[in-house]
């Protein structure tokens, strides 16, 4: 039987797979977003702030643009699992 490994979890369920993945994603499409806020925000660093936000934004471009209508996500089998 097939196994995903996400986050450290062992999961055998597919759909579980697929929704704990769409968690994962907008976890992470959410923090991206605060965090570029945030260093918006940031009056002492101006220029790091920019560089720093500006790298995040390349970083998930695909996943915090609202016009994709698929996201292409590569899974890393986990080799040490018997």
């Known amino acids: ?11 055998e369920d597919e759909l579980f797979l697929m929704s704990a993945l ?3 994603i907008s976890d ?4 991206a977003i605060d965090r570029i806020h945030f260093l918006s925000e940031d009056k002492i660093d101006v220029i790091k702030s ?6 995040i ?3 998930f471009h695909e996943w915090l643009n609202p ?10 089998p986990n080799q040490n699992m018997d």
């Open 22 to 24: 769409t968690n994962v």
């Open 28 to 31: 992470t499409c959410d923090w």
């Open 57 to 59: 934004h390349c970083e």
């Open 1 to 11: 039987m097939p196994y995903f490994v996400l986050g450290g979890m062992l999961i």
């Open 50 to 55: 920019i560089e720093d936000s500006h790298a």
């Open 67 to 76: 016009n994709s209508e698929e996201l292409e996500i590569i899974s890393i």
